[in-house]
T-cell receptor, first 115, second 113 residues
Framework: SQELEQSPQSLIVQEGKNLTINCTSSKTLYGLYWYKQKYGEGLIFLMMLQKGGEEKSHEKITAKLDEKKQQSSLHITASQPSHAGIYLCGADNGGSGGSNYKLTFGKGTLLTVNP | DGGITQSPKYLFRKEGQNVTLSCEQNLNHDAMYWYRQDPGQGLRLIYYSQIVNDFQKGDIAEGYSVSREKKESFPLTVTSAQKNPTAFYLC????????????FGSGTRLTVV
């Protein structure tokens, strides 16, 4: 089964600083999803990447998928307290091995932004 | 507004009792999913359903049961056989199996007392 490893597990930054969260897969990624979660709440969809080398941005958040489609990074520029939360990456197994399509998630990165 | 509704938000259960968590969506999505979230464990898939009247076990289905009698509804029952049921439960849906991205509910926190 596909495994996703996120790093770091937690991150504390000062407001205004840039930061990067990584997500590495044990297999080729058919689709890579980034979500944000506030503690005790549901997941909010941020971005989806499919093609090798693809990069997407939304406001101050940029996500990239490497050419080999096994690693993705999420970069936040000039962090703000509103960026605090848990960031999770999810991978689409592409229905491989005869199994049905489903998302597998990393364990998440807890981001704290100090004002 | 379209979305997924999970209820209740907080649920307390006595040990040995079964309890059912509700998940309703009005997005006209075919596929629905149940995940369990524990600190440091991430999200783990319990059950999923691609169409009405069909569902498959996920990675941690033991001690849980589901039904999918209506497209809009995918209730999860936590049975007394589940040895460690205290957790945060998340329901999600997608347009179809293999479609892009899931929409998540706001979750139910179950505590066994």
């Amino acid at each position: 089964s596909q495994e996703l490893e996120q790093s770091p597990q937690s991150l504390i930054v000062q407001e205004g600083k840039n930061l990067t969260i990584n997500c590495t897969s044990s297999k080729t990624l058919y689709g890579l999803y980034w979500y944000k979660q506030k503690y005790g709440e549901g997941l909010i969809f941020l971005m989806m990447l499919q093609k090798g080398g693809e990069e997407k941005s939304h406001e101050k958040i940029t996500a990239k998928l490497d050419e080999k489609k096994q690693q993705s990074s999420l970069h936040i520029t000039a962090s703000q307290p509103s960026h605090a939360g848990i960031y999770l990456c999810g991978a689409d197994n592409g229905g491989s091995g005869g199994s049905n399509y489903k998302l597998t998630f990393g364990k998440g990165t807890l981001l704290t932004v100090n004002p | 507004d379209g979305g997924i509704t999970q209820s209740p938000k907080y649920l307390f259960r006595k040990e040995g009792q079964n309890v059912t968590l509700s998940c309703e969506q009005n997005l006209n999505h075919d596929a629905m999913y149940w995940y369990r979230q524990d600190p440091g464990q991430g999200l783990r898939l319990i059950y999923y359903s691609q169409i009405v009247n069909d569902f498959q076990k996920g990675d941690i289905a033991e001690g849980y049961s589901v039904s999918r009698e209506k497209k809009e509804s995918f209730p999860l029952t936590v049975t007394s056989a589940q040895k460690n049921p205290t957790a945060f439960y998340l329901c999600a849906s997608s347009l179809s199996a293999g479609s892009y991205g899931y929409t998540f509910g706001s979750g139910t926190r179950l505590t066994v007392v």
